[in-house]
Structures are given as structure tokens and as C-alpha cells.
């Protein structure tokens, strides 16, 4: 079927918040001819005025024209959210807040979503279209509103108290983002107040102000650069532009890491294509696209002048897109296993933050070199051409609109069909395996990445997001976890988990995050022809419980195995394996069959099956129980609320009732087991006669599952794959100690891939059972002693999990 460019807009994907748009009037990237550039070093007046009006034109999207219907949906969406916050804006004379929601100003939250609620109205001011726009009265409101909160609340007299963001980052970005709107409506003395109390309390993006030992990585420190960037431009401080330019690279003697390298521990990216921040938390979705966002908005802001980034280190950032972000976004999502405890934001799900990293890759792409801008457009043109699932006009601003629009416009740019590919996240223990109809990640932990973070108010119920929670995308469902799924999904039993139901008690309800490391080293696996993939952890349940089992996960070309071995606990609590735990939507009636027999549709509905052989579920695929599986299964409807799972301060959810209705597939292994398993296949998108046909031929065989190995062959493929938890020897494969191992045999060529996620040793040795001729190629850490059965020696040591590859010739 033919959609109109409208059409993609209005059902396509998405793009990000604020920090996109085109230059000036039109569409189109910063130039370095935008700004009379002077020499390095150097300013002049003209600098200051062009890059001023440049971050105006970023936050408004100046030169669009609102009377293109495909702007209308974000105009006004802009106006209705503006309006109502001028209908509420306390105006009265002797006023000590703002809105009445948002008191005492004093509080750091309070003052915090007060300066950001100013900023949305004098971001509709300076719109036309919106009933605000260069209305005097509003000017002259935020003007008045803008001095009241710097008296009453955010002055230098302060000291800080509460959550130290709202401080150093969220109040000085959006009091900045008003001053540059508001330049030539705000007295010189208000805006020489407001320039002191951000140079009070984000003097630099280098140190935290209120511990100054600490130095900010990541994400924070993006933050803090574009802080600094705007406060140089309005007091022009051609040293303040310098110091926030500076952030992003190495400067010498500054003790202070480049932003544009790899780093190889603690907060960053690493070269695998990991992300993480607070030193041991998977983020590339939440503070990694923050991150993206800001270096690629100062590269833009920046781009001609005197203080133009000019580090070649920059490529860094350029190869994150395709290393780092493109792998974990889904038809222009944001997969949930990176997103952190930005899981439980009500008005940040997937689809948003998704969106945010897409208009950060256009942006970055107005003033990327040719051969990686062309490519993130193709890129991009195809996530927002197959997303129907959230209207693209409900998420992006203004700015997102004009940069889209202009890929969707341009016939040059072909919409790029959806990557294959599988990924092991060694540093982050995230795995990612895409086929070309669906795409599923896990999520592990080990003691060196956290099972998840919480705290000041958010993802209270995250407990088991880190022990093996397996998402399911699929084309046809982009909404799973969009749509009303985390405060409704009964957080014991996420899909792919293994867990006791005891009750557990909210997590991070004091102030600051809390993250909790388990004990166990293993947590990763090993990737082959960028296809196939063994992953592997050992669960090691909370401090509180002795639950401990063996998890395995063999992904392939239309398949996800998954094993478990020696689950065993003491505790007196049952303990169950989630296969599935599908969310249905508000009024899903999705067919169940079990072995052939359609189950009742009605709510409430559950069953015990004593040996389940397989069964399907309409819409989503197959499952397939090889050894048979005492399966319980069950339809009901869940209802929760956000708040019940976020009470932040600034992203605290609704107490309205959100209701859904799940089909949850769980196997149970007993009160307190001992060497408990099971074994289950995933068929993503198979019918149900392809599900019988499967579990009847068993194309996939599965030769080990216990406490010294986990392994299948897939004998199409020619593929063995295995998990070795100790020395040991299964199908043919021998290992001197705790391994993954994939071998692939077509004709006389073999490829071996092998990996030690659990970073436990120096060397590895591997046996194959057959003679080889040659190596066609090989890692520099393999090598490869020919005999009757051939030995790989494989330096492990300081590879930090990451896989090791040889090619063979018999």
C-alpha cells in the first residue's frame, strides 16, 4: 500500500526532544558559513548574536510554516500543554509559588519543574501558531515569573538540599533555554542575577559543584557542557564557550577524561558497543542517548564559530550510532533492557526515548561527515516508515518535525530495511539477537553490572529485571512495552526470569539510586557470523534468598533455546521459570493452544498441564517443550498504576488505574528444589501448525543440559553450540574450563567462536573433534594445534569477555 509522506508523519516513528531542527528559514544542517567564523581563540559580537539566535531557532524551530498540515499535530500539542499551564500560572500579587502543584518553590523539585514549565510557555511564545505566540501579557509573565523563582528559590545564597540535579543540571538547562528565548524581553540586571546563580552552581561541566572530588562522566557531564554553553553565549564569556567545548575532550592536565574515547571500565562507551553510567548500570537508552544528544546539540550549536569542536577523536561519537544505538532500537524504539530505571517514567516509555535518540542521530548527522550522515538517514528513514504503532506527530516537537520531514521528503535517502545481526554486550551483559520479523534482548547481571538501579522514587519493583528477563519485539507489536506494561506486568515473574515468590519489599524510596551487584561472574556469551549467539548466566538470587540455577539462551536463525540446570533452594518458597508473560492490551482476546487444543478465551482462565509438549499464542509465536513441561498457564487482567512503581519528585507517575490483560506461560519447579531445570524453545511469529510441525521434528537437538554443560546442535545449520559451566566434554567439544563455544561446519570450512563470560581465566584450551588442514584466519589470541582432534588455545585473559574467533579448513 502507498503512504503519503503524511502519512509517515503522522503514523511513522519518532524523533527527539528538543535539541533538532532545521537553521534558519528552511530545513536543512548547520553550515559553518551560519557564523562569520573568527579564528580559534577569538570572538566577536556577531559570534555571540548568531549563536544565540541559533540555539533560539534549536528549541523553537523558527521557519517552519504553520500552515503545513504536517506541523499542525505538534503545534498543537504544544499549545494545548502551554495553555493549561498559562490557564493555572498563579499571577497574583504576593504569590509564593507558581501553580499550586508545585509548592514550597523552595524545594528543588518544585523549583526544578517550575523553571521547565516556563520554559514549554516561552517556547510556545515564540511559536507561531499557538494562541501564546507574541502575546505581551505572557512575555511580561515570564519575566515577572522568572525573577519571583530566582528570590524565592534558585539564588546563590543557597545551599544545596534534595536531589543534587535539580540543582547543577535541570534548573540551570531550562533556566538557560528561557533566557536565550526571552534575551531581549529580560532586563540586563535579571539576566546578570540568573547568569550568577548557574555559574554558582554549574560553573563547569568538569566537577560536581556540591562534592567537588567528584568529576562528572557521561551523560551528566554532556548536561553540564551545554549548561555552560548557553550561560557563555548569553553573558558572552568567550572562556565559558571554550570550558564547555573543552568538556567533551581530553584538555591537558585536567585530570579529566575525553568523552570522545573508549573507556574500558566505569562510565562511557566501550569499543563492544556497551553504555553505561553510575559505573555499573546498562544505560545506552536513557543516559547514553543523553549524552549523544547533547554532544551532537553542541556540535551543531557550535559548528562555524570561534569555539567549534575540532577534537578528530569525534569519530568516537559518530561510530557509537551505528555500534552502540542502532542494535538496541527496534522500528524506532528504544529496547527496555538499556533504559534503566527510566523503565518506570509514565511519560518516557520506549517509543520516547527511542524518539529522542532518533532526532539526536539527525541532528548529529547536519554536520557528520557524508559517509556516515547518509548512512544514519537511510537508517532512520526506515525505523520511521515501519512504525505505525505510535503517531509520529504525538511525540516530536516541532524541531524533530523539520528534521524528519526532510528525510521522508528526500527520494535520494532509501528507507533501510530492518538489520539483522546478534550482539553480545560484554560490558554491559546485555544481549541483543535482531532476525528480519522480530528481535529479542536479555538482560543479566553479574557482580560487575547490576541487576538494576532505583532510587529516588523510581523503579520500585525492578527486582528481577536483571536475572535473564527476555524481551520479545516483534514488527506487529510494537506496543508490548509501551502499552501500559510495566505498571501493570506482575513484576515476580518477567519472562525469561527464574525466581521465588516470596514478597519482596519497594525498592529506592530514599533519596539518591541503589543498584545491587549479585556474586556470580558469569553473564555474556560468545557470537558467531554476527548470527548466532550462546549466552549464559549464572543466577545468584537476592542477598536475602539462596536461590541459585544455570541459565542458558542458544539464539538462531528462527529460534531462541533456552535452558536451565541446577536450580536449587532452601528457603521454603516455590520457585518458577517464566516462559512468557505477554501483555494483550487493554481488551486482547489472543488464541491460546496447547498441544493442539484451543483454551478458553475468558478472563481468569488458568490451567495446569502435566506435560506440555507445546503450544501457541496467537499473534506472537511458538513454544515448544522438548522433555515435555509441568506448565502452568493462565489469562487474567492486571491493574496497577505508575504512581505504584515511580514516586519521584519530577517523573512520579498517575494514581489513575491502568488495566491489561496478560497470558502468562510459567514453569514450576517445587517448593525449595534441588537440581531443578527445564527446557523450552521460542518460535517468534510461527503459526501454530509450524509450532506441532517443529515440536515434532526437533531440527534443534538438545545434547546437554546439567551442572557441567548446555549445549545443542542445530544440524541444518551445522551448528553446535555450548555453555560450558566447568571443564568438561559434550558433543564432541571438550573445554578446560568455563566457556562459550560455537562451531559451524559447511563443506571443509569451520568457524569457531569462544568466549569466557565469566572473566575467570588467562587461557582457554578447546578441542574439536576432527583434524583441520589450515587456518584460514584467526584472532591473535587463537591458536590452533593440528593433530587428530584439534586444539584451540585461546588467551582469554583481559579480553573481558568478548568473543575470540578462528576460521578453519579441514
Given at each position: 500500500?502507498?503512504?503519503?509522506?503524511?502519512?509517515?508523519?503522522?503514523?511513522?516513528?519518532?524523533?527527539?526532544?528538543?535539541?533538532?531542527?532545521?537553521?534558519?528559514?528552511?530545513?536543512?544542517?548547520?553550515?559553518?558559513?551560519?557564523?562569520?567564523?573568527?579564528?580559534?581563540?577569538?570572538?566577536?559580537?556577531?559570534?555571540?548574536?548568531?549563536?544565540?539566535?541559533r540555539a533560539e531557532t534549536l528549541l523553537t524551530g523558527r521557519g517552519f510554516d504553520?500552515?503545513?498540515?504536517?506541523?499542525?499535530?505538534?503545534?498543537?500539542?504544544?499549545?494545548?500543554?502551554?495553555?493549561?499551564?498559562?490557564?493555572?500560572?498563579?499571577?497574583?500579587?504576593?504569590?509564593?509559588?507558581?501553580?499550586?502543584?508545585?509548592?514550597?518553590?523552595?524545594?528543588?523539585?518544585?523549583?526544578?519543574?517550575?523553571?521547565?514549565?516556563?520554559?514549554?510557555?516561552?517556547?510556545?511564545?515564540?511559536?507561531?501558531?499557538?494562541?501564546?505566540?507574541?502575546?505581551?501579557?505572557?512575555?511580561?509573565?515570564?519575566?515577572?515569573?522568572?525573577?519571583?523563582?530566582?528570590?524565592?528559590?534558585?539564588?546563590?545564597?543557597?545551599?544545596?538540599?534534595?536531589?543534587?540535579?535539580?540543582?547543577?543540571?535541570?534548573?540551570?538547562?531550562?533556566?538557560?533555554?528561557?533566557?536565550?528565548?526571552?534575551?531581549?524581553?529580560?532586563?540586563?540586571?535579571?539576566?546578570?542575577?540568573?547568569?550568577?546563580?548557574?555559574?554558582?552552581?554549574?560553573?563547569?561541566?568538569?566537577?560536581?559543584?556540591?562534592?567537588?572530588?567528584?568529576?562528572?562522566?557521561?551523560?551528566?557531564?554532556?548536561?553540564?557542557?551545554?549548561?555552560?554553553?548557553?550561560?557563555?553565549?548569553?553573558?558572552?564569556?568567550?572562556?565559558?564557550?571554550?570550558?564547555?567545548?573543552?568538556?567533551?575532550?581530553?584538555?591537558?592536565?585536567?585530570?579529566?577524561?575525553?568523552?570522545?574515547?573508549?573507556?574500558?571500565?566505569?562510565?562511557?562507551?566501550?569499543?563492544?558497543?556497551?553504555?553505561?553510567?553510575?559505573?555499573?548500570?546498562?544505560?545506552?537508552?536513557?543516559?547514553?542517548?543523553?549524552?549523544?544528544?547533547?554532544?551532537?546539540?553542541?556540535?551543531?550549536?557550535?559548528?562555524?564559530?570561534?569555539?567549534?569542536?575540532?577534537?578528530?577523536?569525534?569519530?568516537?561519537?559518530?561510530?557509537?550510532?551505528?555500534?552502540?544505538?542502532?542494535?538496541?532500537?527496534?522500528?524506532?524504539?528504544?529496547?527496555?533492557?538499556?533504559?534503566?530505571?527510566?523503565?518506570?517514567?509514565?511519560?518516557?516509555?520506549?517509543?520516547?526515548?527511542?524518539?529522542?535518540?532518533?532526532?539526536?542521530?539527525?541532528?548529529?548527522?547536519?554536520?557528520?561527515?557524508?559517509?556516515?550522515?547518509?548512512?544514519w538517514r537511510s537508517l532512520v528513514k526506515g525505523w520511521l516508515t515501519r512504525n505505525?504503532?505510535?503517531?509520529?506527530?504525538?511525540?516530536?516537537?516541532?524541531?524533530?518535525?523539520?528534521?524528519?520531514?526532510?528525510?521522508?521528503?528526500?527520494?535520494?535517502?532509501?528507507?533501510?530495511?530492518?538489520?539483522?545481526?546478534?550482539?553480545?554486550?560484554?560490558?554491559?551483559?546485555?544481549?541483543?539477537?535482531?532476525?528480519?520479523?522480530?528481535?529479542?534482548?536479555?538482560?543479566?547481571?553479574?557482580?560487575?553490572?547490576?541487576?538494576?538501579?532505583?532510587?529516588?522514587?523510581?523503579?520500585?519493583?525492578?527486582?528481577?529485571?536483571?536475572?535473564?528477563?527476555?524481551?520479545?519485539?516483534?514488527?506487529?507489536?510494537?506496543?508490548?512495552?509501551?502499552?501500559?506494561?510495566?505498571?501493570?506486568?506482575?513484576?515476580?515473574?518477567?519472562p525469561g526470569t527464574t525466581v521465588d515468590t516470596r514478597p519482596r519489599t519497594d525498592?529506592?524510596?530514599?533519596?539518591?539510586?541503589?543498584?545491587?551487584?549479585?556474586?556470580?561472574?558469569?553473564?555474556?556469551?560468545?557470537?558467531?557470523?554476527?548470527?548466532?549467539?550462546?549466552?549464559?548466566?549464572?543466577?545468584?538470587?537476592?542477598?536475602?534468598?539462596?536461590?541459585?540455577?544455570?541459565?542458558?539462551?542458544?539464539?538462531?536463525?528462527?529460534?531462541?533455546?533456552?535452558?536451565?540446570?541446577?536450580?536449587?533452594?532452601?528457603?521454603?518458597?516455590?520457585?518458577?521459570?517464566?516462559?512468557?508473560?505477554?501483555?494483550?492490551?487493554?481488551?486482547?482476546?489472543?488464541?491460546?493452544?496447547?498441544?493442539?487444543?484451543?483454551?478458553?478465551?475468558?478472563?481468569?482462565?488458568?490451567?495446569?498441564?502435566?506435560?506440555?509438549?507445546?503450544?501457541?499464542?496467537?499473534?506472537?509465536?511458538?513454544?515448544?517443550?522438548?522433555?515435555?513441561?509441568?506448565?502452568?498457564?493462565?489469562?487474567?487482567?492486571?491493574?496497577?498504576?505508575?504512581?505504584?512503581?515511580?514516586?519521584?519528585?519530577?517523573?512520579?507517575?498517575?494514581?489513575?488505574?491502568?488495566?491489561?490483560?496478560?497470558?502468562?506461560?510459567?514453569?514450576?519447579?517445587?517448593?525449595?528444589?534441588?537440581?531443578?531445570?527445564?527446557?523450552?524453545?521460542?518460535?517468534?511469529?510461527?503459526?501454530?501448525?509450524?509450532?506441532?510441525?517443529?515440536?515434532?521434528?526437533?531440527?534443534?537437538?538438545?545434547?546437554?543440559?546439567?551442572?557441567?554443560?548446555?549445549?545443542?546442535?542445530?544440524?541444518?545449520?551445522?551448528?553446535?553450540?555450548?555453555?560450558?559451566?566447568?571443564?568438561?566434554?559434550?558433543?564432541?567439544?571438550?573445554?578446560?574450563?568455563?566457556?562459550?563455544?560455537?562451531?559451524?561446519?559447511?563443506?571443509?570450512?569451520?568457524?569457531?567462536?569462544?568466549?569466557?563470560?565469566?572473566?575467570?581465566?588467562?587461557?582457554?584450551?578447546?578441542?574439536?573433534?576432527?583434524?583441520?588442514?589450515?587456518?584460514?584466519?584467526?584472532?591473535?589470541?587463537?591458536?590452533?594445534?593440528?593433530?587428530?582432534?584439534?586444539?584451540?588455545?585461546?588467551?582469554?585473559?583481559?579480553?573481558?569477555?568478548?568473543?575470540?574467533?578462528?576460521?578453519?579448513?579441514?
Amino acid at each position: 500500500m502507498h503512504l503519503s509522506r503524511r502519512t509517515l508523519i503522522a503514523a511513522g516513528g519518532a524523533t527527539a526532544v528538543t535539541a533538532a531542527t532545521a537553521f534558519g528559514a528552511g530545513v536543512g544542517p548547520a553550515r559553518a558559513d551560519t557564523v562569520t567564523a573568527a579564528p580559534i581563540g577569538t570572538s566577536t559580537g556577531t559570534d555571540f548574536d548568531a549563536l544565540l539566535q541559533r540555539a533560539e531557532t534549536l528549541l523553537t524551530g523558527r521557519g517552519f510554516d504553520p500552515a503545513d498540515p504536517d506541523f499542525t499535530a505538534a503545534v498543537t500539542a504544544l499549545d494545548t500543554t502551554a495553555a493549561g499551564l498559562w490557564d493555572t500560572l498563579d499571577r497574583s500579587t504576593g504569590r509564593t509559588a507558581l501553580w499550586p502543584d508545585l509548592t514550597p518553590l523552595t524545594d528543588p523539585g518544585n523549583f526544578g519543574q517550575s523553571y521547565t514549565r516556563l520554559r514549554t510557555l516561552a517556547t510556545a511564545w515564540a511559536t507561531e501558531g499557538t494562541s501564546l505566540a507574541g502575546n505581551r501579557n505572557v512575555a511580561d509573565a515570564l519575566v515577572a515569573a522568572l525573577r519571583l523563582t530566582h528570590d524565592v528559590a534558585y539564588n546563590p545564597a543557597r545551599q544545596e538540599t534534595g536531589n543534587w540535579w535539580f540543582w547543577e543540571i535541570g534548573a540551570p538547562r531550562a533556566l538557560m533555554d528561557c533566557c536565550v528565548i526571552l534575551r531581549d524581553r529580560l532586563p540586563a540586571a535579571d539576566l546578570a542575577d540568573y547568569l550568577a546563580v548557574v555559574a554558582r552552581f554549574c560553573p563547569d561541566a568538569d566537577r560536581r559543584t556540591n562534592s567537588p572530588t567528584l568529576a562528572e562522566t557521561g551523560a551528566n557531564r554532556t548536561d553540564k557542557a551545554v549548561v555552560v554553553a548557553l550561560r557563555g553565549l548569553l553573558g558572552r564569556d568567550s572562556a565559558a564557550l571554550a570550558s564547555a567545548r573543552d568538556a567533551l575532550s581530553d584538555v591537558r592536565d585536567s585530570g579529566r577524561s575525553s568523552l570522545f574515547r573508549y573507556v574500558t571500565s566505569g562510565d562511557g562507551f566501550y569499543q563492544d558497543g556497551s553504555f553505561v553510567q553510575h559505573e555499573v548500570v546498562a544505560y545506552t537508552g536513557s543516559y547514553g542517548v543523553v549524552l549523544l544528544g547533547g554532544t551532537a546539540y553542541l556540535l551543531a550549536l557550535l559548528a562555524g564559530s570561534a569555539w567549534a569542536v575540532t577534537d578528530p577523536q569525534v569519530s568516537v561519537m559518530y561510530e557509537a550510532v551505528g555500534r552502540t544505538f542502532a542494535p538496541v532500537v527496534f522500528d524506532g524504539l528504544m529496547m527496555d533492557s538499556v533504559r534503566g530505571r527510566a523503565v518506570s517514567r509514565e511519560r518516557a516509555g520506549d517509543h520516547r526515548d527511542g524518539a529522542t535518540a532518533v532526532g539526536a542521530i539527525l541532528l548529529l548527522a547536519s554536520g557528520a561527515p557524508a559517509e556516515h550522515a547518509d548512512r544514519w538517514r537511510s537508517l532512520v528513514k526506515g525505523w520511521l516508515t515501519r512504525n505505525r504503532t505510535t503517531p509520529f506527530a504525538a511525540l516530536a516537537t516541532i524541531p524533530q518535525l523539520a528534521l524528519a520531514k526532510a528525510v521522508l521528503n528526500d527520494s535520494s535517502v532509501t528507507a533501510q530495511p530492518r538489520s539483522t545481526g546478534s550482539f553480545v554486550f560484554a560490558d554491559m551483559d546485555r544481549v541483543v539477537h535482531r532476525r528480519p520479523g522480530w528481535a529479542c534482548a536479555l538482560s543479566l547481571s553479574s557482580r560487575r553490572i547490576s541487576a538494576y538501579e532505583a532510587g529516588n522514587g523510581e523503579n520500585l519493583h525492578g527486582w528481577y529485571t536483571g536475572d535473564g528477563m527476555m524481551y520479545l519485539y516483534s514488527g506487529d507489536d510494537l506496543g508490548q512495552f509501551n502499552d501500559g506494561f510495566w505498571p501493570t506486568v506482575d513484576p515476580y515473574r518477567l519472562p525469561g526470569t527464574t525466581v521465588d515468590t516470596r514478597p519482596r519489599t519497594d525498592l529506592g524510596t530514599g533519596a539518591g539510586t541503589s543498584t545491587h551487584r549479585p556474586a556470580n561472574a558469569v553473564a555474556g556469551g560468545a557470537v558467531l557470523d554476527d548470527r548466532y549467539t550462546a549466552a549464559a548466566m549464572e543466577l545468584i538470587g537476592a542477598p536475602d534468598t539462596t536461590l541459585r540455577a544455570r541459565k542458558s539462551w542458544f539464539l538462531l536463525d528462527d529460534a531462541v533455546v533456552a535452558l536451565g540446570a541446577g536450580i536449587t533452594a532452601s528457603d521454603g518458597h516455590e520457585v518458577e521459570t517464566v516462559v512468557e508473560n505477554r501483555n494483550l492490551g487493554a481488551d486482547g482476546r489472543h488464541r491460546l493452544t496447547v498441544d493442539g487444543l484451543p483454551r478458553p478465551l475468558e478472563q481468569g482462565w488458568s490451567q495446569d498441564f502435566a506435560r506440555a509438549r507445546w503450544a501457541h499464542l496467537d499473534g506472537v509465536g511458538g513454544y515448544v517443550f522438548p522433555e515435555g513441561a509441568a506448565l502452568h498457564a493462565v489469562r487474567e487482567q492486571r491493574t496497577g498504576t505508575w504512581r505504584a512503581i515511580n514516586t519521584g519528585a519530577d517523573t512520579g507517575g498517575s494514581t489513575g488505574p491502568v488495566a491489561r490483560r496478560y497470558l502468562t506461560l510459567r514453569i514450576g519447579h517445587g517448593t525449595s528444589p534441588t537440581d531443578a531445570g527445564y527446557a523450552y524453545v521460542l518460535l517468534p511469529g510461527a503459526s501454530a501448525a509450524a509450532t506441532s510441525a517443529w515440536s515434532r521434528s526437533r531440527p534443534v537437538r538438545i545434547v546437554a543440559n546439567d551442572a557441567t554443560a548446555q549445549a545443542v546442535d542445530v544440524r541444518r545449520a551445522g551448528l553446535t553450540a555450548v555453555n560450558f559451566w566447568q571443564a568438561g566434554h559434550t558433543a564432541g567439544i571438550a573445554s578446560s574450563g568455563p566457556a562459550s563455544v560455537l562451531v559451524r561446519r559447511r563443506g571443509a570450512r569451520i568457524s569457531v567462536a569462544v568466549s569466557d563470560p565469566g572473566r575467570t581465566l588467562d587461557t582457554l584450551s578447546v578441542e574439536l573433534p576432527f583434524r583441520v588442514r589450515s587456518v584460514a584466519e584467526a584472532d591473535g589470541t587463537v591458536g590452533v594445534v593440528p593433530g587428530r582432534r584439534t586444539v584451540l588455545t585461546v588467551a582469554v585473559g583481559g579480553s573481558r569477555g568478548h568473543t575470540h574467533r578462528a576460521e578453519l579448513v579441514r
